[in-house]
DNA sequence: CGTTGTTTAGTTTTGG
DNA sequence: CCAAAACTAAACAACG
């Protein structure tokens, strides 16, 4: 019934390295790395960034030929169709938001597209999540929201760092009924894979903090996952009313990547998967988009969120629909710096994992078991061993083993960060990583465990 | 008052 | 067909 509330698929213990003690310096630091993000004055710099950062995650994937199919190239655009100079540029609404700079944003994952792997033939060129307000992400809440953690460079960042990064990196929500706001919330509180760090009383700034609990990080190793394809791309019904879209369903989202998709021997498995997953639509790695969740969308989802709900209830009014909007707190704004789009999954996962090898960010902490409910600040028994039937997770495992999949190479130029969070995800780790990944997967079958 | 966070409940889609 | 997952909606409390 609930969303996100399978029961904990691992009954481990869920060892949480770090306290939830967010030190003054921890805060000190996440503002800091906001300051100088895409919040920052150098966020002019956000086409260049992008650039550099496409480049960089083009080199890596060249460099992984074997993994090619990993790489996050779900965003289906063409190479240079989204102009960096004109960041959203497809956006009126968007314009003169302080994207995100650098790193890999919706668009510039659009942008990459072309250079990786498998999916980079007769795939959906069309999709660029950045500045197609007409089309939904194919990425769960969850994925969303490890994303945007991940793209902070933080292992642990704001409710309103989150909205803000999802909103700079897909228009899609920004001109959004600003419901999903309410599924972020509603995700991070019941998907056991996101901590809740309370903010220090000394810290100000409203709500807490959110960081991936690394027991899932940890349990992304054991292939623990499910797959689970995304619905059909959605139309944005805000967006789309609001600008009387003349949207030609399948003219946008019917591409096909059939042709052309010869990579590795790995990717020809991938590829029916692909085919399949593609088949209506969406076309991107096939192995990211099941890690992500996104997968093919054979039909348009006239879901019925909008159906059973009336908008402007209450929501309505308190969605920013821009990065620049009042949801974020000048504080806030500084944490969303360090989103500036990066998202790097194996930071992501490394900075879990190193979490709880007490690597995290916040400093050497010594593991601390601690029960997931975000309340539980101290140390809680391991909530694993009790898998709370509101929790769930397996998705986002899957998605973060997917998704951290293909970017088995740390970014070039995401040194800094990702140095500070450990090395614990070595390429010897990631290759392990990989290798169960492809054991897992032979000839493309992600269910090792079903 | 608005945001954040929790919780409950219903709907839709997907995979087995 | 069923269960699980994902999503949506909404009520409500706590907090700044």
Redesign the pocket.
Known sequence: ???????D?WPEGSVVLEEEVVTAAAQAEERDACISSSCGSDNLDDSLTSLQWLQDFSILGANVPQHAHQQPHLFGQQLGADAPASPLAGDPASMGMPLTPGKPTAAAYSRMQPLTGVVTHGLCPDADYRTDARV?PP?????LICMAMQASKKSKI???CI?KWITDNFCYYRHA?P?????I??????NKCFI?VP?Q?DE???????KIDPQYAERLLSGSY???????V?INPALQSRLHINLQPGSRTACTLRDGLDVSPQAQGLKEELEEVTIADQSWNPRLAEGT?L?????V???????????G???A??V?RCSSS????SE?QKEVGPLKGDFDWDALLDSALSGELSLDEEGPLSPILTGR???VSGGEAPEGTTASP?R?????D??TFLATAFLETPWPGEEEEEQSQGDFLCNSNLDQLFDLGDSLHPGGQM?PL?
């Not at 019934?1 to 029961?7: G, T």
């Not at 419901?179 to 599924?183: A, G, L, R």
């Not at 919330?185 to 019941?190: A, I, K, V």
């Open positions: 019934m609930l969303s996100l509330s399978c029961a698929p939904k990425f769960s809440y969850a994925t704001t409710l309103s909205y009924d419901t999903w706001q309410n599924s919330r509603h995700n991070l509180s019941l809740k903010r009383k100000p700034g409203k709500g807490g903090f959110w499910k797959k689970r394809r995304m619905p059909p959605q969740m997968g093919a969308w054979p039909v989802r006239g879901r019925g969120g909008q159906k059973r709900k009336q908008f209830s209450r929501g009014a308190k920013p009042p949801l974020l707190c806030e409910g975000g309340q509101r769930n997770g397996s998705d986002f899957e998605e269910d079903l």
